[in-house]
């Protein structure tokens, strides 16, 4: 097992990522959220685009998971979005990403022979580079595993993807996880939907190895939103 991939194992991770349209979209938020999941107790980060996991590389001595994201106008149940070529995929690494996340699952726009590809010709120019497959099917868990090529298995894209959305909750996929463990010898990275303590806890007993918290810690506007939709709701009953 890599060194980096040891080091995150029972530990949690803190996705630290803003879009352009929030008020912290931009390299130095990152960096400073960074500091406080370090400051909290992270064991990881996880990190999109280059610029900003440049300068949380240079501030921060947690691992980065670095993805990057390419989005495009088609429905995002349907679009390959995360590190979804080889030429993102370097940007990163080439950033001083630690760990690389890529979308692995298995759809019509992307069929397993390419994407077991990529994979291969991933691991061929960074072998020193882990690579984190998000996922969101018990069947892409097994495909992607029996490559060679992965070092982390994610359900990350569970309940976002057009195979998986049905009777999807908003609750982690607490079930998938146990599966996985079952069937994929890999660690596996809890990611999705934990909001509160006892989802944390729900994964856990699943089996996660270890766990990638993202909204619930580090995107204030979604946090103020649950609680402004609770309020309202208590003043209409």
Not at 28 to 40: I, P, R, S, T
Not at 184 to 191: H, R
């Amino acid at each position: 097992m890599h060194k980096t991939v040891e080091k995150l194992l029972h530990g949690l991770v803190i996705s630290c990522q803003a879009y352009e349209d929030t008020p912290l979209y931009g390299p130095e938020y990152m960096k400073a959220l960074a500091l406080c999941a370090e400051m909290g107790g992270a064991t990881g980060l996880r990190a999109c685009w280059s610029q900003d996991i440049k300068a949380i590389k240079g501030a921060c001595s947690l691992p980065v998971i670095g993805i990057n994201k390419k989005f495009g106008d088609g429905d995002p149940k349907d679009e390959i979005f995360i590190t979804p070529t080889f030429e993102s995929a370097k940007e990163i690494i080439e950033a001083g990403c630690d760990v690389v996340a890529l979308d692995c699952t298995i759809r019509p726009i992307r069929p397993f022979e390419e994407l077991g590809a990529l994979l291969h010709q991933l691991k061929e120019a960074y072998p020193d580079v882990p690579i984190m497959a998000d996922l969101a099917t018990l069947e892409e868990a097994e495909k992607v595993a029996a490559t060679g090529c992965v070092d982390i298995i994610s359900t990350t894209l569970a309940g976002y993807t057009r195979n998986s959305c049905e009777g999807a909750t908003d609750r982690p996929n607490v079930e998938l996880i146990r599966e996985i463990k079952k069937r994929v010898s890999l660690p596996v990275n809890a990611e999705g939907r934990i909001w509160e303590l006892h989802d944390l806890e729900e994964v856990l007993e699943a089996g996660a190895d270890m766990v990638c918290i993202g909204s619930a810690v580090t995107r204030p506007h979604l946090i103020t939103e649950r609680f402004v939709k609770c309020n309202k709701q208590f003043h209409h009953q």
